[in-house]
């Protein structure tokens, strides 16, 4: 990764914030969003004072006019784009799908997968003419059906995968390799936040995984700046499972 310009949406937090400092930790040059600055000028600073190269940029995903001012600050920094990493997500939807308001429903698909889209589309842009690498952070949701009142997410989520073939296939010819990552439990910040107001909720959730635990985000990276790299030229299009088992039954 070294010297290759990355791009992270949702990288304050979570999951994308561990990939800010693993790619940074490859001496990839990484520009991350996010919509809190406090957070994202905290990584930046954690990351500069170690001598490593990233740059906080606030934009809000759902706005195609911030993500295309995030992509061309990307390119007016660093001259390039390489590899993006869209991972801005979360359900903003709870409870059963017929007392959800359209409203309610568009938000979550608003964030999930049309801040996908609107990443999508200027990345490609940016990486027409050399190629370059795609990662969209899906879920098990995006697979398979969930009875917990997460209709939006789950439909959002699908639609990120299929988002993701369709691109990959459009840009297959450019070298701009597109895929999703099927994403399980994973223990960040502000899943353990919602999961700990019940108590025995987390030992529940992990007894119910088929590896009998959660993932961290640590657990996850390692696939991220793989499907980055040189390592993976031949996979597009894919929607991997690194999800402890969870899709397999
Ligand atoms: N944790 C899990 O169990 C789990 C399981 C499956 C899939 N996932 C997926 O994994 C991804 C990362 O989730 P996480 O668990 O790491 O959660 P997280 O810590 O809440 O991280 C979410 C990130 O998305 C950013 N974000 C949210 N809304 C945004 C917006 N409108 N514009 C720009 N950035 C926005 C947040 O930053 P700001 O708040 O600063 O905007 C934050 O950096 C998500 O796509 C999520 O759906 C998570």
């Not at 969003?33 to 004072?49: F, H, V």
């Amino acid at each position: 990764m070294k010297n290759k310009v990355v791009l992270i949406t949702g990288g304050t937090s979570g999951l994308g914030a561990s990939a800010v400092k693993a790619f940074a930790d490859l001496e990839a040059k990484v520009v991350f969003c996010g919509r809190r600055t406090t957070e994202g000028s905290s990584i930046e600073s954690q990351i500069r004072s170690k001598g490593g190269e990233a740059t906080f940029v606030q934009a809000d995903v759902t706005n195609e006019k911030q993500v295309e001012h995030l992509v061309s600050e990307t390119i007016r920094l660093h001259g390039q784009l390489d590899v993006a990493f869209n991972n801005a997500g979360a359900n903003l939807s709870f409870g059963p799908l017929e007392g959800m308001s359209s409203e309610q429903f568009m938000n979550t698909v608003m964030l999930n997968l049309t801040g996908t889209f609107h990443a999508l589309k200027y990345e490609i842009q940016a990486m027409k003419k050399n190629g370059g690498s795609i990662i969209n952070t899906a879920s098990t949701a995006g697979v398979k059906g969930v009875a917990q009142g997460i209709a939006a997410y789950v439909a959002a989520k699908h639609g990120v995968i299929g988002l993701t073939k369709a691109a990959a296939l459009e840009q297959a010819r450019n070298q701009i390799r597109v895929n999703a990552l099927v994403v399980s439990a994973m223990a960040t910040e502000q899943w353990l936040q919602g999961v700990n107001r019940t108590p025995g909720m987390y030992e529940k959730i992990a007894a119910a995984m088929p590896l009998g635990k959660i993932a961290t985000p640590e657990d996850i990276t390692p696939l991220i700046t793989f499907l980055a790299g040189d390592q993976s030229t031949f996979i597009t299009g894919a929607a991997l499972a690194i999800d402890g088992g969870v899709t397999a039954g």
